[in-house]
């Protein structure tokens, strides 16, 4: 009996005995300029480079590969159309006989955003291979990957008699260069998986004789230096090849007799492209065109289907418009499945609850207007946790199936299920199903290895998810023509083409157990703070759009033409810069250089848009100052540091029926002590400060335990993923900063204590801030930090004997044990909230409120707002520079819900605004104010899709159900605004479920 190593050789030199002829291409113009290969230049990252030449093809009996060599990755264009991505798994690419003009686009970057600032093309060569030949070696090679990886010992004795048998008689020895030039083919190339240590998965390594021989012998015999050995006879070999090709079938009906298969998997290429992360979006792009090129091609030779997830990727391809043709052709007869159904794989939990809402709808939309469809599969193989309130938006977005993978990193706790019910906070149910990986070769090891690890495989198929990706490239020619293998083998399951209608039947049909709750992911913890600027941007982005669509919806209905696609195009932006790999902090610096930029303008031009919105209302009305609310509840706040005014629910009024103040702040010196208070709260602090008692006069209650907004500064140096890990040894030491000095400001309606603090090279400067008529207790913080691997914490210890604390997610709360009994519980020592987390013992509880800042640590009663986290990998200038945010903290009574935090929250997210405006209307010189309507849920107002009528959406924030009085007919819709419920009566009452969002469509505001 042979053993691997000799079966090895055996299949390498069928291999490369395939290989007959070849012809070098040397003559190339590069941007226009003639070359001879090889040419190397210096290049920046973001340089294209445009290679052209012509070939020739010989018309014969072999298959012919165009096999390029080079450091970057580029699209290969054959007589004008878009052919192939090249990148560094796809090197190689058959091409038809006869005349043809080659063209490459071409970047420095490789697969993964690897360069080193130059652009060097080696070599490019026509390689004539015998292709049955080939595969068949391919699938020896295959089966001896099988045998190492087998722990069953009678079918790996098995397998390996009946190959030896098969193997022994070969004689065909293949030349040096029929050596070098399958070397040449199948692992030239590939800069970057080669220096990351990536590599392909979807062949097997190159054996070290034939590295050498290429090396030593095979180059100097292409140049002509040294004599090569003689080739095997052409006849001799094929006649071995037929032998073998039967036996081997022979042999494996016999085995799959003895040893039968175990079930089912069903089978969807893939390529997962991280819209940016270690490359830009441009790159992205480029990434797009090159995959699906090599997609289309593939699908139209083989019977495969391939999931695509994302429509901006969809859009992007639209500049090809042949290309998209072919896609759409292909979408039609099920062989290219849209999944996921979002603009693109988002983050679920540091963005607002319309933001995802505003994925699936243009997603969604997108999908049916250009395909004529919508996805049915939910697609987030690779995004960091999962919201519990995602099932609801799941259902209500037309998703039947939701895929995932990166529940399996769990580092502590293998999560229980592989297939399950997934429960939502609002009781909505939605089939689960976790990928294996989603990037698998199509080899039988690989399918042994997942099935193996699969929990659910007697109950339910299993999905297998195979292509190259995060960098894009998906499917290789390998992969697809060893799927039609796959089920000639023994023992592993059999594979099945993922077709859609059969995959979603079968899974909803079979899962039974069910998981409550969130989906979180034990890893990953510091993408809630990575990258400050980012993560503020991003909430100002989604406040003021939200607020731009509000007015633009109630000037419409007075006469303002609405901006619809202005809009739609500033949420496009938005939902883009919410991927998985942007909003959490962890792509390249020159990524945030150019989103930072865009979602600055993004908020300008809807703060354009909200301004002359509110200037055509108040003029509407005869106001020349109106403060305008866009919450369903009356405010009072002081507005822009020295105005006291109030704003009814939903609406707006004139300045001058505004309260007048009605209570002074008061600051003062008390010894070593500062002394803050209001009508609501006395606050006191060191003069460190830190926050050492904080009276809450309402509840006659000390809202703090000991010291609180304690700022410590802990290391921060994960193993491995630098941007994206939090490590929690490093949060049991810390130091503190210090504090060089502090001063007192005051003014009428707010007073404060500016503190100066300094960590290493870095500054932070901290005004702690006390507002006339507030319970919010504001921290105020100007950051300039230069010190890297730093986790700086505000830890706070409140006086509350709580079990659990309570969170906002996005259109949702959860709640999260706060003792750290199971290993369950000790993995979420960092955990994510949108805007506020609260610890509350149900009768009393204290608030800590902050939009942009979204990872905390909860011990008991002690909590700590993560507020910056500076990394060096993949950016090594993250959070460098200045920053500013502020956080709050607000002492209530009840729970979070009776005690309003989620309000208080709402109302620093979305503040009043005042507008100033000329106005001649005499008429309405006795206008006091306007409310639309008042109630405890959130909502948003904006024109329908359809560019008929308006939609209000709904969500209830409370565990309890409630009642809203709506002073309009509507009909109720799904979130991508399709109807399903007739006309309701005018001034009717709408009850909404804990948890629920509910989505109507109305002709207009009865006003």
Same mark, same amino acid.
């Given at each position: 009996?042979?053993?691997?190593?000799?079966?090895?050789?055996?299949?390498?030199?069928?291999?490369?005995?395939?290989?007959?002829?070849?012809?070098?291409?040397?003559?190339?113009?590069?941007?226009?300029?003639?070359?001879?290969?090889?040419?190397?230049?210096?290049?920046?990252?973001?340089?294209?480079?445009?290679?052209?030449?012509?070939?020739? /093809?010989?018309?014969?009996?072999?298959?012919?590969?165009? +096999?390029?060599?080079?450091?970057?990755?580029?699209?290969?264009?054959?007589?004008?159309? #878009?052919?192939?991505?090249? &990148?560094?798994?796809?090197?190689?690419?058959?091409?038809?006989?006869?005349?043809? $003009?080659?063209?490459?686009?071409?970047?420095?970057?490789?697969?993964?955003?690897?360069?080193?600032?130059?652009?060097?093309?080696?070599?490019?060569?026509?390689?004539?291979?015998?292709?049955?030949?080939?595969?068949?070696?391919?699938?020896?090679?295959?089966?001896?990957?099988?045998?190492? $990886?087998?722990?069953?010992?009678?079918?790996?004795?098995?397998?390996?008699?009946?190959?030896?048998?098969?193997?022994?008689?070969?004689?065909?020895?293949? #030349?040096?260069?029929?050596?070098?030039?399958?070397?040449?083919?199948?692992?030239?190339?590939?800069?970057?998986?080669?220096?990351?240590?990536?590599?392909?998965? &979807?062949?097997?390594?190159?054996?070290?004789?034939?590295?050498?021989?290429?090396?030593?012998?095979?180059?100097?015999?292409?140049?002509?230096?040294?004599?090569?050995?003689?080739?095997?006879?052409?006849?001799?070999?094929?006649?071995?090849?037929?032998?073998?090709?039967?036996?081997?079938?022979?042999?494996?009906?016999?085995?799959?007799? $003895?040893?039968?298969?175990?079930?089912?998997?069903?089978?969807?290429?893939?390529?997962?492209? &991280?819209?940016?992360?270690?490359?830009?979006?441009?790159?992205?792009?480029?990434?797009?065109?090159?995959?699906?090129?090599?997609?289309?091609?593939?699908?139209? @030779?083989?019977? /495969?289907?391939?999931?695509?997830?994302?429509?901006?990727?969809?859009?992007? *391809?639209?500049?090809?418009?042949?290309?998209?043709?072919?896609?759409?052709?292909?979408?039609?007869?099920?062989?290219?499945?849209?999944?996921?159904?979002?603009?693109?794989?988002?983050?679920?939990?540091?963005?607002?609850?319309?933001?995802?809402?505003?994925?699936?709808?243009?997603?969604?939309?997108?999908?049916?207007?250009?395909?004529?469809?919508?996805?049915?599969?939910?697609?987030?193989?690779?995004?960091?946790?999962?919201?519990?309130?995602?099932?609801?938006?799941?259902?209500?977005?037309?998703?039947?199936?939701?895929?995932?993978?990166?529940?399996?990193?769990?580092?502590?706790?293998?999560?229980?299920?592989?297939?399950?019910?997934?429960?939502?906070?609002?009781?909505?149910?939605?089939?689960?199903?976790?990928?294996?990986?989603?990037?698998?070769?199509?080899?039988? @090891?690989?399918?042994?290895?997942?099935?193996?690890?699969?929990?659910?495989?007697?109950?339910?198929?299993?999905?297998?998810?195979?292509?190259?990706?995060?960098?894009?490239?998906?499917?290789?020619?390998?992969?697809?023509?060893?799927?039609?293998?796959?089920?000639?083998?023994?023992?592993?399951?059999?594979? /099945?083409?993922?077709?859609?209608? +059969?995959?979603?039947?079968?899974?909803?049909?079979?899962?039974?157990?069910?998981?409550?709750?969130?989906?979180?992911?034990?890893?990953?913890?510091?993408?809630?703070?990575?990258?400050?600027?980012?993560?503020?941007?991003?909430?100002?982005?989604?406040? !003021?759009?939200?607020?731009?669509?509000?007015?633009?919806?109630?000037?419409?209905?007075?006469?303002?033409?609405?901006?619809?696609?202005?809009?739609?195009?500033?949420?496009?932006?938005?939902?883009?810069?919410?991927?998985?790999? *942007?909003?959490?902090?962890?792509?390249?610096?020159?990524?945030?250089?150019?989103?930072?930029?865009?979602?600055?303008?993004?908020?300008?031009?809807?703060?354009?848009?909200?301004?002359?919105?509110?200037?055509?209302?108040?003029?509407?009305?005869?106001?020349?100052?109106? *403060?305008?609310?866009?919450?369903?509840?009356?405010? $009072?706040?002081?507005?822009?540091?020295?105005?006291?005014?109030?704003?009814?629910?939903?609406?707006?009024? &004139?300045?001058?029926?505004?309260?007048?103040?009605?209570?002074?702040?008061?600051?003062?010196?008390?010894?070593?002590?500062?002394?803050?208070?209001?009508?609501?709260?006395?606050?006191?602090?060191?003069?460190?400060?830190?926050?050492?008692?904080?009276?809450?006069?309402?509840?006659?209650?000390?809202?703090?335990?000991?010291?609180?907004? !304690?700022?410590?500064?802990?290391?921060?140096?994960?193993?491995?993923?630098?941007?994206?890990?939090?490590?929690?040894?490093?949060?049991?030491?810390?130091?503190?900063?210090?504090?060089?000095?502090?001063?007192?400001?005051?003014?009428?309606?707010?007073?404060?204590?500016?503190?100066?603090?300094?960590?290493?090279?870095?500054?932070?400067?901290?005004?702690?801030?006390?507002?006339?008529?507030?319970?919010?207790?504001?921290?105020?913080?100007?950051?300039?930090?230069?010190?890297?691997?730093?986790?700086?914490?505000?830890?706070?210890?409140?006086?509350?004997?709580?079990?659990?604390?309570?969170?906002?997610?996005?259109?949702?709360?959860?709640?999260?044990?706060?003792?750290?009994?199971?290993? =369950?519980?000790?993995? @979420?020592?960092? !955990?994510?909230?949108?805007?506020?987390?609260?610890?509350?013992?149900?009768?009393?509880?204290?608030? /800590?409120?902050?939009?942009?800042?979204?990872?905390?640590?909860? =011990?008991?009663?002690?909590?700590?707002? #993560?507020?910056?986290?500076?990394?060096?990998?993949?950016?090594?200038?993250?959070?460098?520079?200045?920053?500013?945010?502020?956080?709050?903290?607000?002492?209530?009574?009840?729970?979070?819900?009776?005690?309003?935090?989620?309000?208080?929250?709402?109302?620093?997210?979305?503040?009043?605004?005042?507008?100033?405006?000329?106005?001649?209307?005499?008429?309405?010189?006795?206008?006091?104010?306007?409310?639309?309507?008042?109630?405890?849920?959130?909502?948003?107002?904006?024109?329908?899709?359809?560019?008929?009528?308006? *939609?209000?959406?709904?969500?209830?924030?409370?565990?309890?159900?409630?009642?809203?009085?709506?002073?309009?007919?509507?009909?109720?819709?799904?979130?991508?605004?399709?109807?399903?419920?007739?006309?309701?009566?005018?001034?009717?009452?709408?009850?909404?479920?804990?948890?629920?969002?509910?989505?109507?469509?109305?002709?207009?505001?009865?006003?």
């Amino acid at each position: 009996m042979m053993h691997p190593a000799e079966i090895e050789r055996k299949a390498f030199d069928l291999m490369a005995t395939s290989i007959r002829e070849h012809l070098f291409i040397n003559e190339w113009t590069v941007n226009g300029k003639s070359v001879v290969l090889p040419f190397t230049c210096d290049a920046k990252p973001e340089d294209v480079f445009v290679l052209k030449s012509k070939v020739s /093809v010989p018309d014969n009996d072999l298959t012919w590969f165009l +096999k390029v060599c080079m450091d970057g990755n580029g699209l290969l264009k054959v007589d004008g159309k #878009s052919y192939a991505g090249i &990148d560094d798994v796809h090197t190689y690419i058959p091409l038809e006989a006869g005349e043809h $003009e080659l063209l490459i686009e071409a970047t420095p970057l490789t697969m993964f955003g690897y360069h080193k600032w130059q652009f060097r093309f080696k070599y490019a060569i026509l390689i004539g291979i015998l292709w049955e030949p080939y595969s068949l070696a391919q699938r020896l090679l295959d089966l001896v990957s099988f045998i190492e $990886e087998l722990k069953e010992d009678d079918l790996k004795k098995a397998i390996t008699e009946e190959i030896s048998s098969i193997l022994l008689r070969v004689r065909s020895v293949p #030349s040096i260069t029929q050596i070098t030039l399958l070397r040449m083919l199948l692992y030239d190339g590939g800069l970057g998986i080669r220096e990351l240590k990536i590599g392909r998965f &979807d062949i097997r390594d190159v054996r070290p004789d034939y590295m050498f021989l290429s090396a030593v012998y095979g180059f100097g015999i292409l140049k002509g230096e040294v004599e090569d050995i003689l080739k095997p006879k052409k006849s001799y070999y094929l006649d071995e090849i037929r032998r073998v090709e039967a036996e081997l079938g022979s042999a494996l009906r016999k085995l799959k007799a $003895e040893f039968p298969k175990m079930g089912k998997v069903y089978a969807f290429g893939h390529a997962h492209i &991280d819209a940016a992360w270690l490359w830009k979006y441009d790159e992205t792009k480029r990434k797009i065109l090159r995959t699906l090129s090599t997609t289309v091609r593939l699908l139209e @030779k083989y019977d /495969v289907s391939f999931a695509q997830s994302s429509s901006q990727y969809f859009s992007w *391809v639209e500049e090809d418009q042949e290309l998209f043709s072919k896609i759409k052709k292909l979408i039609r007869e099920g062989r290219i499945i849209p999944v996921g159904g979002m603009w693109v794989e988002s983050d679920t939990q540091l963005i607002d609850g319309e933001s995802l809402v505003r994925q699936f709808l243009y997603g969604q939309r997108y999908l049916l207007e250009k395909f004529g469809r919508i996805a049915r599969i939910g697609w987030l193989p690779d995004t960091f946790g999962f919201a519990a309130s995602l099932p609801q938006i799941l259902i209500k977005s037309g998703i039947e199936v939701f895929t995932t993978y990166k529940i399996l990193w769990n580092e502590r706790n293998e999560f229980p299920y592989h297939a399950f019910i997934w429960k939502g906070i609002d009781g909505s149910e939605i089939p689960t199903h976790i990928m294996m990986s989603y990037k698998s070769s199509m080899t039988a @090891k690989n399918l042994y290895t997942q099935w193996k690890m699969y929990k659910n495989r007697h109950e339910v198929p299993m999905i297998y998810v195979y292509g190259y990706g995060d960098g894009g490239g998906g499917i290789t020619w390998e992969m697809v023509e060893m799927q039609k293998h796959m089920n000639e083998l023994p023992y592993i399951p059999e594979v /099945v083409k993922g077709v859609e209608d +059969k995959y979603i039947s079968e899974v909803s049909g079979r899962v039974t157990q069910t998981w409550e709750g969130e989906l979180y992911v034990e890893a990953h913890r510091g993408t809630y703070t990575t990258n400050i600027r980012m993560k503020e941007l991003m909430a100002k982005a989604e406040s !003021v759009l939200r607020t731009a669509e509000i007015w633009a919806s109630i000037a419409s209905m007075a006469g303002l033409e609405y901006p619809a696609k202005t809009l739609e195009h500033l949420w496009k932006r938005v939902l883009l810069h919410q991927f998985h790999d *942007v909003l959490p902090g962890s792509s390249i610096r020159e990524v945030y250089i150019d989103v930072e930029s865009d979602l600055r303008d993004v908020i300008k031009k809807a703060e354009e848009i909200a301004g002359k919105s509110m200037g055509w209302i108040a003029k509407k009305c005869g106001l020349s100052r109106a *403060v305008f609310n866009d919450l369903p509840w009356e405010r $009072e706040e002081v507005v822009d540091g020295n105005l006291l005014v109030r704003a009814p629910s939903f609406g707006w009024a &004139d300045i001058r029926q505004t309260s007048e103040q009605s209570e002074h702040v008061r600051i003062e010196k008390d010894g070593e002590k500062i002394v803050m208070e209001n009508k609501y709260i006395k606050a006191i602090l060191n003069e460190k400060g830190e926050l050492i008692s904080l009276y809450d006069k309402d509840s006659d209650r000390e809202a703090i335990r000991s010291r609180s907004n !304690v700022v410590i500064a802990h290391v921060d140096t994960p193993g491995m993923w630098d941007a994206w890990d939090i490590n929690e040894d490093f949060l049991l030491e810390g130091v503190e900063l210090d504090c060089e000095g502090y001063e007192l400001i005051k003014s009428d309606l707010w007073c404060g204590v500016k503190f100066y603090k300094k960590y290493g090279n870095s500054r932070f400067v901290q005004t702690v801030k006390l507002k006339a008529n507030s319970k919010l207790l504001e921290f105020d913080t100007d950051l300039e930090w230069y010190d890297k691997e730093v986790l700086l914490k505000a830890w706070f210890n409140f006086n509350v004997h709580n079990w659990t604390s309570f969170y906002e997610v996005p259109y949702g709360v959860v709640e999260r044990l706060a003792v750290r009994n199971t290993p =369950w519980e000790q993995a @979420k020592f960092e !955990v994510p909230a949108l805007r506020w987390a609260d610890v509350c013992d149900g009768e009393y509880g204290v608030a /800590v409120i902050c939009p942009s800042r979204h990872g905390y640590t909860n =011990w008991d009663s002690k909590i700590g707002l #993560s507020l910056l986290k500076s990394p060096i990998y993949p950016n090594p200038w993250s959070d460098l520079g200045k920053s500013h945010f502020v956080y709050y903290v607000y002492p209530h009574r009840g729970d979070w819900y009776d005690g309003e935090v989620y309000k208080r929250a709402l109302e620093v997210w979305s503040p009043l605004r005042i507008v100033d405006c000329e106005s001649d209307c005499k008429a309405c010189e006795s206008f006091e104010g306007f409310s639309l309507f008042k109630c405890n849920a959130l909502f948003v107002l904006k024109k329908a899709e359809s560019g008929k009528g308006y *939609v209000l959406r709904l969500f209830n924030p409370s565990k309890k159900e409630i009642e809203v009085n709506l002073p309009f007919k509507y009909r109720e819709c799904n979130l991508l605004e399709f109807e399903y419920s007739r006309c309701t009566n005018y001034k009717s009452k709408l009850k909404l479920e804990p948890f629920e969002i509910k989505t109507l469509l109305f002709d207009d505001l009865l006003i």
